[in-house]
């Protein structure tokens, strides 16, 4: 044999002892590192488990009065937007994002019930930094220690819901003043559910619908979609998503990934998404049109005002005062939708709408002038904002920051409709 052939042993079927060997590293590297992942997902899920975001929101007692609504006395997990962060929080007895409240009221105790959306629900922010809470806070610095705040609020709710939360929640509660949190986007959210609703989406799932006949409002039952309770009613890759979700490693992979991506990618991403549904579609264009109002927009803000007038209505067969909170307008609006990288821009004096390098014309006070036309007609005190709510990079909602203005608002301005005076005042 030369000198410079080696000689390899062979196995039965010609594979040679070299080859088997790397073949038996390469396995047990490739075991080696299935077992440290699964090691790892152990002690994850042992020592810091993903968040567990599968509260059920649409079959709890205030979904079945609702449509949706959280379950009561349950811890929910959720995201901090600009961190992704996850954060805890709790519902009370009731369903409620808010503190236990005794049904019956103190004796010589002033009640404030709010009604609202995702603002009053604190969406991307703990129950402790509601505006709600804050509020009460303020009326109990100022020495009105019998001021009571109770919240009741739920991710896109719009006018029809607070309406049906006014008639079934508030009378228990004996309350001496309602308010009704308005967002820019309820007159549109009135008119759901349609054929064109997402079937993915919450207003689906209302069982109800008001519209106007003879000049007079009327509510409508619908039948709910057939849904089966749990995961198995979310789309296919829906349900791949929410799986991977719950895996340890492979949600705080994606929390890595969130907390050191800048964050103008993250909010690039989220300015696409809002871009999308709201440009072209033509909703927001209508919300906010410095045009006269659409068919469709003048009938939603008709609606929108008798849904008003019977809480208005309401509020007074239990004896109690009603205001409407617009969260609209520049001031609320401006600091997320003119932000660095927003798809609206100033020019020329002129608010637009930039999406695939169209500009359409907007004007962000839109909603608030209607709304004052509302109020007016209806002879109902309307609470605007006096400043901005500064809100998360990735998420139109306000931070903590923002809740802490929106309490300073409403403590300036309820005492001086509703003659709740204060030592401050």
Not at 386 to 402: A, R, V
Request: aromatic share 10%; charged share 25%.
């Amino acid at each position: 044999m030369p000198a410079n052939q080696t000689n390899h042993a062979s196995e039965p079927g010609g594979r040679s002892a070299a080859e088997t060997t790397r073949r038996s590293k390469r396995r047990l590297m490739l075991f080696g590192t299935l077992f440290g992942l699964a090691l790892a997902e152990i002690a994850l899920q042992l020592i810091m488990p993903p968040p567990n975001f599968g509260a059920d929101f649409l079959d709890t007692p205030n979904a079945k009065k609702y449509g949706w609504a959280p379950p009561p006395n349950t811890l929910l997990d959720y995201y901090e937007p600009d961190t992704g962060i996850v954060r805890r929080t709790l519902t009370n007895s009731q369903g409620w994002k808010d503190i236990e409240h005794r049904l019956k009221k103190a004796s010589g105790g002033y009640r404030i019930l709010f009604i609202g959306d995702s603002y009053t629900f604190g969406a991307g922010v703990g129950r402790d930094a509601l505006y709600t809470r804050q509020l009460e806070q303020l009326f109990r610095a100022s020495g009105r220690h019998d001021v009571e705040i109770i919240s009741i609020g739920m991710n896109a709710w719009d006018t029809d819901t607070a309406l049906e939360a006014m008639q079934l929640e508030a009378p228990q509660y004996a309350p001496d003043l309602i308010v009704y949190q308005f967002c820019y986007n309820d007159p549109m959210g009135n008119l759901a559910p349609t054929p064109e609703t997402n079937k993915k989406m919450f207003h689906a799932f209302k069982h109800f619908k008001y519209g106007i006949e003879n000049g007079l409002l009327k509510r409508e039952n619908l039948k709910r979609p057939d849904r089966t309770p749990g995961e198995s009613r979310l789309p296919f890759w829906d349900r791949v998503k929410l799986a991977l979700n719950k895996i340890a490693i492979v949600y705080h992979t994606k929390g890595v990934y969130r907390r050191f991506v800048p964050k103008a990618i993250l909010k690039q991403d989220t300015v696409d998404s809002w871009a999308a549904i709201f440009g072209e579609a033509g909703a927001f264009q209508e919300l906010m049109s410095p045009d006269a109002l659409s068919a469709r927009m003048q009938f939603a803000w008709n609606l929108t005002s008798e849904l008003v007038a019977q809480m208005k209505k309401e509020a007074d067969k239990m004896g109690a005062k009603f205001a409407i909170y617009g969260v609209a307008g520049r001031l609320a609006l401006r600091p997320w939708l003119q932000a660095k990288n927003s798809p609206f821009r100033a020019v020329d004096g002129k608010e637009w709408l930039v999406q695939n390098k169209k500009r359409y014309p907007v004007d962000l006070d839109r909603p608030l002038v209607e709304l004052r036309k509302l109020s007016t007609a209806r002879k109902i005190p309307l609470i605007e904002p006096k400043q901005e709510y500064p809100c998360f990079d990735n998420d139109s909602h306000p931070t903590e920051i923002g809740h802490r203005a929106m309490a300073a608002d409403l403590f300036q301005q309820i005492p001086r409709f509703f003659e709740l005076r204060t030592t401050d005042q």
